[in-house]
């Protein structure tokens, strides 16, 4: 039978013993919960940032050379960029370049458009094939981004008043409809900031609407077969705001067939 001193003893032991046990296993718990911290603050910012690379790559995206401006090929409403292009404006004899844009459109149901009217494409885009897309209703839409600093919502108004106005007298046979082309913009206050890299986007929707958003907020919406030819009539017509973008339209049409 164990005398006193040696239960003693042995009490002590087992309490040192449990003692370091304990701390032995505090340290690894402690060990173990950093290192699996240090994986999740590892992972989180990586993951993300996988994730954003894997998005941007299977968006892709379009460079307007002589702007530097980027546009996405693919909207998520799945109109597909078909060409881009610059505005510039002649002041006191200087060219100004006022905005990059990229011309998008549904291309599924302009393919079947353009499939139901011409048997096969021709050798290079025809006047006919840009007038069939400017008198159809299939979905487009035109994203402008300025980078001239110095523009105001007031300019805007009225140089696109001006050049749609002149589109709408073209196909109306000699009559200005201001009343119409002011619609476009009429809504849209002097107070909004336009600033390098602000974005306007103009489309045609079903049913020959045509919408109009300044920086992500709907201006103006409009039905009317008229305006809506003669908006998309400014890019792709004879007398395009940039015919070098009304040619790359073109080709990306043929290749639908």
Request: proline share 2%.
């Amino acid at each position: 039978m164990a005398t006193t001193a040696e239960l003693a003893m042995e009490s002590k032991n087992n309490v040192a013993s449990g003692a370091e046990k304990w701390a032995k296993g505090k340290a690894i718990s402690e060990a173990g919960n950093k290192e699996s911290g240090n994986k999740t603050c590892e992972r989180g910012p990586a993951r993300e940032e996988a994730n954003g690379a894997k998005k941007a790559e299977e968006v892709g995206a379009e460079v307007e050379p002589r702007t530097g401006v980027s546009f996405p090929v693919r909207l998520e409403d799945g109109k597909q960029l078909n060409s881009v292009g610059l505005r510039k404006k002649s002041i006191l004899g200087m060219g100004l370049k006022i905005y990059g844009f990229g011309i998008y459109a549904d291309n599924e149901k302009l393919r079947d458009l353009l499939k139901s009217e011409f048997r096969e494409a021709p050798a290079r885009p025809t006047k006919e094939i840009y007038q069939k897309t400017i008198d159809s209703d299939v979905g487009m839409m035109v994203r402008m981004v300025i980078v001239f600093s110095g523009l105001t919502m007031s300019m805007v108004r009225k140089n696109f008043g001006e050049g749609l106005g002149g589109a709408v007298k073209k196909l109306a046979g000699g009559k200005k409809h201001a009343d119409l082309t002011n619609k476009v913009l009429g809504e849209a206050s002097d107070d909004i900031k336009l600033t390098s890299g602000s974005v306007i986007e103009i489309s045609r929707l079903p049913g020959y609407t045509l919408q109009t958003k300044v920086t992500d907020k709907v201006v103006s919406k409009i039905q009317s077969e008229l305006l809506c030819r003669a908006y998309i009539n400014m890019y792709l017509g004879d007398d395009a705001i940039d015919t070098d973008a009304r040619e790359k339209f073109g080709m990306s049409m043929l290749k639908l067939f």
